[in-house]
């Protein structure tokens, strides 16, 4: 069963960049047709999702924030990380990273991790 874990700061100056890692165990993110995904829920509001990068080492990311985004991966330790650019309060949130067999498919979640954006 896979196990995905956040990491990262939380708490970031706005105009920073933030930073998170999602360590994975049980499965390779090499694994063909898997798709690692990082998705947000803002204080009182719904799930966004943030972008994703494939088995392959394809990456995609949601039109709001694509000039922001960069998902990467280290697949010597098994990670992907998240960097958000020129942050702002409102990118305040709890970050996911979440795993499925297929885009836009969601089966295995991280606990969450709270990043709060603060002078």
């Known amino acids: 069963q896979v196990q995905l874990q956040e990491s990262g700061p939380g708490l970031v100056k706005p105009s920073q960049t933030l930073s998170l890692t999602c360590t994975v165990s049980?499965?390779?993110?090499?694994?063909?047709?898997?798709?690692w995904n990082w998705i947000r829920q803002p204080p009182g509001k719904g799930l966004e999702w943030m972008g994703a990068i494939a088995s392959s080492g394809s990456t995609y990311y949601s039109p709001f924030l694509k000039s922001r985004t960069t998902i990467s991966r280290d697949t010597s330790k098994n990670q992907f990380t998240l960097q958000l650019s020129s942050v702002t309060p409102e990118d305040t949130a709890v970050y996911y990273c979440?795993?499925?067999?297929?885009?836009?498919?969601?089966?295995?979640w991280g606990q969450g991790t709270q990043v709060t954006v603060i002078a």
């Open positions: 049980g499965d390779s993110i090499t694994t063909d047709y898997y798709y």
């Open positions: 979440a795993s499925g067999a297929g885009r836009n498919t969601f089966t295995s």
